[in-house]
T-cell receptor, first 111, second 115 residues
Framework: DAKTTQPPSMDCAEGRAANLPCNHS???????VYWYRQIHSQGPQYIIH???NNETNEMASLIITEDRKSSTLILPHATLRDTAVYYC????????????FGTGTRLTIIP | GAVVSQHPSRVICKSGTSVKIECRSL??????MFWYRQFPKQSLMLMAT?????????EQGVEKDKFLINHASLTLSTLTVTSAHPEDSSFYIC???????????FGQGTRLTVV
């Protein structure tokens, strides 16, 4: 699986949009971008995934650059419950199912 | 989303004893489950891949005789930490992929403390 680079930490004011960047410059054509988050002392939670088009669900939006070398996860209206470590992972859609976690971004929502 | 449940959520055991952790997929069948370990302030590290009806596949550096994995049914995988030592104290997490999708679902984790 391709490696990803994320900032170690970020702060965001409550109610504002939280934009979490991820670089994956060595991503292959058949690899998807996945985002998970881990709230303290819990198992990771799936957020969203995408290949090349922007994606949106009830939790977040995923913006992938045209060259697919980077992406941004957007939490449109951050709440205190969004404080967590966010992991960006790239992997093939089919086949190898294991997820390789990097160090992630520790997002802190400020009241 | 699909539900993966782990039990117990927290366990304290004496050094030298064994501890079993269960991972269940509650509303789907999982032919493959994964076991991770997470030390404080670190990321998740994959320990092994659990395959229903066959032997688990262990990652490099993980002792298969110490971390016994059994995947006897399509909804249950167990991890047994044998002859536990204080350095085995960690947060253990399992995951499984829903056959209808590609996202993985994780259990709530088990915090093991060996005293």
């Amino acid at each position: 699986d391709a490696k990803t680079t994320q900032p170690p930490s970020m702060d965001c004011a409550e109610g504002r949009a939280a934009n979490l960047p991820c670089n994956h410059s060595t991503i292959s054509g058949n690899e998807y971008v996945y985002w998970y988050r881990q709230i303290h002392s819990q198992g990771p939670q799936y957020i969203i995934h995408g290949l090349k088009n922007n994606e949106t669900n009830e939790m977040a939006s995923l913006i992938i650059t045209e060259d697919r070398k980077s992406s941004t996860l957007i939490l449109p209206h951050a709440t205190l419950r969004d404080t967590a470590v966010y992991y960006c992972i790239v992997r093939v859609y089919f086949g190898n199912e294991k997820l390789t976690f990097g160090t992630g971004t520790r997002l802190t929502i400020i009241p | 989303g699909a539900v993966v449940s782990q039990h117990p959520s927290r366990v304290i055991c004496k050094s030298g004893t064994s501890v079993k952790i269960e991972c269940r997929s509650l509303d789907f069948q999982a032919t493959t489950m994964f076991w991770y370990r997470q030390f404080p302030k670190q990321s998740l590290m994959l320990m092994a891949t659990s395959n229903e009806g066959s032997k688990a596949t262990y990652e490099q550096g993980v002792e298969k005789d110490k971390f016994l994995i059994n995947h006897a049914s399509l909804t249950l995988s167990t991890l047994t930490v044998t002859s536990a030592h204080p350095e085995d104290s960690s947060f253990y997490i399992c995951s499984a992929r829903h056959p209808g999708g590609q996202e993985a679902f994780f259990g709530q984790g088990t915090r093991l403390t060996v005293v």
